[in-house]
């Protein structure tokens, strides 16, 4: 013989209200902690006065990332050769050669692709240029070459 049991059998089921009000909690913690713009509601004119001194020239930006790949300014060089990146620097400089050149290279980017960079930039004639380096750790160490 066989006995049912006719109560109705619990399903499982996920209680959304707990849920609500966490993200509830949560937005009004995002709301409360997010900085806002504030505006003055002062109209000011700001006095006119000639500038003292020539406004600093600006700056050639290079950048080579680990893969050896190069950035001129805000473009990617397509092409890894040495014309393609004096191309890059020509449109990017324009005429001036005597701006400031800051070549920023990863440390594990191949040396090649950095003296790529630096021999295509003394064909063109730049003469100011530096090497953008991190400054060292406090009691850090230099490791040996392999």
Same mark, same amino acid.
């Given at each position: 013989?066989?006995?049912?049991?006719?109560?109705?059998?619990?399903?499982?089921?996920?209680?959304?209200?707990?849920?609500?009000?966490?993200?509830?909690?949560?937005?009004?913690?995002?709301?409360?902690?997010?900085?806002?713009?504030?505006?003055?509601?002062?109209?000011?004119?700001?006095?006119?006065?000639?500038?003292?001194?020539?406004?600093?020239?600006?700056?050639?930006?290079?950048?080579?990332?680990?893969?050896?790949?190069?950035?001129?300014?805000?473009?990617?060089?397509?092409?890894? +050769?040495?014309?393609?990146?004096?191309? @890059?620097? #020509?449109?990017? /400089?324009?005429?001036?050669?005597?701006? =400031?050149?800051?070549?920023?290279?990863?440390?594990?980017?191949?040396?090649?692709?950095?003296?790529?960079?630096?021999?295509?930039?003394?064909?063109? +004639?730049?003469?100011?240029?530096?090497? @953008?380096? #991190?400054?060292? /750790?406090?009691?850090?160490?230099?490791? =040996?070459?392999?």
């Amino acid at each position: 013989m066989r006995i049912r049991d006719h109560r109705a059998h619990d399903e499982p089921a996920i209680d959304l209200v707990p849920l609500i009000d966490v993200i509830l909690v949560l937005i009004i913690f995002f709301v409360i902690t997010t900085t806002f713009d504030v505006r003055s509601t002062l109209q000011l004119q700001l006095p006119v006065a000639s500038p003292q001194e020539p406004a600093p020239p600006r700056t050639l930006n290079i950048l080579v990332n680990a893969d050896g790949r190069y950035f001129i300014g805000d473009r990617e060089v397509l092409h890894s +050769g040495v014309e393609a990146v004096k191309q @890059a620097i #020509a449109d990017a /400089a324009g005429e001036d050669r005597d701006q =400031p050149v800051m070549l920023r290279a990863d440390a594990r980017t191949p040396y090649q692709a950095v003296v790529t960079v630096q021999d295509a930039l003394a064909q063109l +004639g730049f003469r100011r240029i530096a090497i @953008a380096t #991190a400054p060292e /750790a406090p009691g850090a160490t230099a490791e =040996p070459a392999p």
